[in-house]
């Protein structure tokens, strides 16, 4: 995974897949990525199944933006484009402070 432009973007080489075979999920600071692929293969003697799943999940350091999250299939490469998200502390609130009596 690398950086550009205010922007996480990760890559990944996965040939011979239809993006319909791709599923992305976000989840907190969890992006997972999962795919699954069956190739059937006939002639007049035989019938040949291949099968291949992949599964890779990368934790940022913040939650993940629900908007602005982007995925590319382009000559086997997925390409994910994650917003850089801004670093706050888990749970972080304000506290009012009142004046004592």
């Given at each position: 995974m690398t950086?550009?432009?205010?922007?996480?973007?990760?890559?990944?080489?996965m040939p011979?897949?239809?993006p319909e075979?791709?599923?992305?999920?976000?989840e907190g600071e969890t992006l997972t990525v999962k795919?699954?692929?069956t190739?059937?293969?006939?002639?007049?003697?035989?019938?040949?199944?291949?099968?291949g799943s992949?599964?890779?999940?990368?934790?940022?350091p913040a939650p993940i933006p629900?908007?602005?999250?982007?995925?590319?299939?382009?000559?086997g490469v997925l390409t994910v484009r994650v917003p850089q998200?801004?670093?706050?502390?888990?749970?972080a609130r304000t506290i009012a402070v009142r004046r004592a009596d």
């Open positions: 950086r550009e432009n205010g922007q996480y973007v990760l890559k990944a080489e011979g897949l239809d075979d791709i599923e992305i999920t976000v795919a699954e692929h190739e059937r293969e006939e002639d007049k003697q035989h019938s040949e199944f291949r099968y992949f599964e890779r999940s990368v934790r940022l629900e908007q602005g999250v982007t995925a590319e299939y382009r000559d998200p801004e670093k706050t502390a888990p749970g």
